[in-house]
């Protein structure tokens, strides 16, 4: 096809002629002219907006090879197969080399590369790595270099990869053709870096509005897992009565399995089917459990984010976060996974205060130090042969218990410091060349300082992420604004927009606490009397959490509660039950006669303005003080709260061991400790020694769904030792 062809065939003729569409989506026609010119062009645009068409066409239209370069298998694979289905467009050469291929497979790709009869050939990043490859390469005419996912190349994008940096240097080996770089998630600052990085040309720059008006967006604030996992039961039904199917995102794939069992439960009744899928699943068994979504045998998925990249389904009605991601770029694409076909869909996030310190775990996790990197190079230089080394990734997690994210960031903070050069890459092994043995103190410095500025984005990200979560302002505007976008004037009034827009005028936002100005504490508190109860409250200074507030009205001895010594509301409650204690609370904060804070107020709890106005006014109220009825009778073990050093011999030995028993289960789960069990439960577990499981779901931090899964267990290592 000559090279003129596109100034015979009027773009909006060839777009109907290849694609069969009517007309170009906003700038996907401005952007194709630039490529088409010979100018480099950065394409921002949200997903589903049609980005690459805006590389494809010019493909159809251009002699020589328009060269692809993507991080996503998967997405290679189903555009190709794509392409290939559209006639006009099948007779064009349309190819991937991809590690799903088998070496014969991949032969034949390279023979019709070297044949010239390929013109769009998508390939990985890792495929240069290929010296066969890039002999080819070299003997053909490459029209355009295509960047795909380009926010991966910045080191200020939410998803880097060291990888990405060698394509300059492959630009530059293949004589500098015209590049295309796009994206559907780049602020102004990632944007600067892509072009840097890339060492664009004066590109021309498209950048497609971030908003997506059919989508809600929403977040409901929970208290725990079990209440996330009771809202989510709740409101599934109601979610897939729209029809279309659904994805929840879930941070462990041992959350996605729990999210995915709740979820088929809630659904069973409807005859709707729900299934989980994450990467410790076989392969084929993914790609089985997507052709059944695809096709809506299976109508709502539990992931983890290893699923969805370059899946384009039209009919997905609602995207549910389990726990939120890293920051708002991954949200807005796992989000934007919704209403691709322009139907209203819901975005939904169920917020906890601890998701933040999970993905803070997964931040720590992944992060290393220059002793890591310095780790590394000794590592392949020990099982070197001359300048060359074979690194096995199994072996390497084994070895320095590293995940895969942590071993690909080593060798690429390696070849960026010129230590090594990556030959060539599989699956199950790369061979890299040792350019140099030793780090100087300045390389180290230079490393050092690297990884804790990639640290630190990391954690700004996530911050920023949290805001959006906490925010009570418009959700969607919040989001544009992180993109530099602002929200159109015609869509400024909708009413489908998120819920702290669409919350009924009458209807009060979220009360923000003021604290109130100090008391005096009376000389004594008269503990069968509420109002006398509520002044010693308002009185109580400094202000505590709810744990420790117990353990103050309950009369501990713990090490945290002797400053309150002389206080005449320590052990107000002093032969009344924890959970009774805890229950009057719970009570006075539902009543809004308390406030507990949220984690950036510590989470105490301190009395309101309606519940001073109570106590000063003797207001009537409804709330009931701790009642003694449910004292623990005094021959159980029940005790009242104490630090660990007031148990006995025996309540140490089993306090160390149920400790040990929640490492363990921590490591098999892959999450932090705290997860399985919180220091509370476990010093509760300690003290009263549940027999059964309606005596365990007592303990704080413990319900329903952690003793169906750890109950068994947890009462065997309590049987096993002697009652006090």
């Not at 109508?299 to 997905?316: E, H, R, Y």
């Not at 775990?361 to 042969?385: E, P």
Request: proline share 5%; net charge neutral; charged share 25%.
């Amino acid at each position: 096809m000559p090279p003129s062809l596109q100034e015979t065939i009027p773009l909006p003729a060839a777009l109907h002629n290849y694609f069969g569409f009517q007309e170009f989506r906003p700038l996907q026609q401005e952007a194709i002219e630039a490529a088409l010119s010979g100018q480099d062009v950065l394409v921002v645009m949200p997903t589903g907006a049609g980005k690459s068409l805006c590389f494809q066409l010019p493909a159809a239209l251009s002699d020589g090879l328009t060269l692809v370069v993507s991080p996503l298998v998967a997405l290679m694979r189903d555009q190709v197969e794509a392409l290939r289905a559209l006639p006009e467009f099948s007779k064009i050469g349309v190819a991937a080399i991809s590690s799903l291929q088998d070496s014969a497979e991949q032969s034949m790709v390279l023979d019709d590369l070297a044949a010239g009869q390929i013109r769009l050939l998508y390939v990985s990043p890792e495929r240069f790595r290929s010296g066969a490859f890039r002999n080819i390469l070299s003997q053909v005419s490459v029209a355009r270099f295509v960047v795909d996912e380009a926010h991966c190349i910045s080191e200020w994008g939410h998803d880097f990869r060291p990888d990405y940096l060698q394509l300059n240097s492959i630009v530059e080996s293949l004589g500098k053709p015209p590049l295309i770089a796009v994206t559907a998630t780049a602020t102004e600052r990632v944007r600067e870096s892509i072009v840097r990085n890339l060492g664009m040309r004066n590109p021309q720059t498209f950048i497609g509005g971030f908003n997506r008006p059919n989508l809600h967006y929403s977040v409901h604030r929970c208290k725990s897992d079990p209440h996330k996992l009771e809202m989510l039961a709740k409101a599934l039904p109601k979610l897939c009565g729209k029809g279309g199917s659904g994805l929840i995102y879930a941070a462990t794939r041992k959350q996605c399995e729990e999210v995915a069992e709740v979820a088929a439960r809630a659904l069973a009744p409807h005859g709707i089917r729900a299934a989980a899928y994450h990467a410790g699943l076989g392969a084929d068994d993914r790609l089985e459990l997507q052709r059944r979504w695809q096709s809506g045998e299976i109508a709502v998925l539990a992931a983890t984010n290893a699923f969805g990249m370059g899946i384009d389904k039209p009919d997905v009605r609602f995207v549910v976060h389990y726990a939120h991601p890293e920051s708002l770029e991954s949200y807005y694409q796992e989000a934007g996974r919704a209403g691709r076909d322009g139907r209203p869909s819901r975005c939904v996030i169920l917020y906890h205060f601890a998701d933040r310190r999970l993905r803070e775990w997964f931040i720590d996790n992944d992060s290393m130090t220059a002793d890591d990197i310095q780790t590394a190079l000794k590592l392949i230089c020990r099982t070197s042969d001359g300048d060359t080394s074979l690194i096995y990734p199994e072996q390497w997690k084994a070895k320095l218990n590293w995940t895969s994210v942590k071993i690909r960031l080593a060798i690429g903070e390696l070849e960026r410091a010129g230590m090594v050069e990556r030959i060539s890459e599989t699956a199950d092994q790369w061979i890299v060349r040792i350019l140099q043995r030793q780090f100087s103190l300045a390389d180290m410095d230079k490393i050092q300082f690297d990884l804790d500025r990639l640290r630190q984005e990391r954690l700004r990200r996530l911050d920023e992420m949290v805001n959006y979560c906490k925010t009570t302002g418009c959700r969607r505007r919040a989001t544009l604004r992180y993109f530099g976008d602002e929200l159109p004037a015609s869509d400024a009034k909708s009413t489908f927009c998120c819920d702290n827009c669409s919350r009924p005028e009458s209807e009060e936002p979220p009360a923000i606490h003021k604290p109130l100005s100090k008391i005096a504490m009376p000389k004594s508190i008269d503990a069968g009397d509420i109002y006398s109860v509520l002044e010693g409250l308002d009185a109580l200074w400094p202000t505590v959490g709810k744990a420790r507030l117990i353990k103050v009205l309950r009369g501990s001895k713990a090490k945290d509660v002797e400053r309150f010594h002389d206080s005449p509301m320590l052990g107000i409650f002093e032969n009344i039950s924890v959970a009774s204690v805890e229950a009057f609370i719970l009570e006075l904060i539902d009543s809004g006669l308390m406030h507990q804070g949220d984690e950036d107020e510590y989470f105490v709890c301190s009395i309101t303005e309606k519940g001073r106005a109570a106590w000063e006014n003797r207001t009537p109220l409804k709330v009931l003080l701790p009642s003694r009825r449910h004292q623990t009778p005094k021959n159980t073990s029940s005790k009242p709260d104490h630090d660990n050093e007031d148990f006995s011999e025996a309540e140490k030995v089993l306090f160390d061991k149920l400790k040990q028993w929640r490492t363990n289960q921590a490591r098999q789960e892959s999450v932090p400790a705290y997860i399985v069990l919180s220091n509370q439960a476990i010093e509760d577990l300690t003290y009263h020694k549940p027999k059964t499981e309606a005596e365990l779901i007592q303990a704080r931090g413990i319900g329903e769904m952690k003793v169906q899964k750890y109950g068994a267990a947890l009462l065997d290592l309590i049987k096993e030792e002697p009652r006090a």
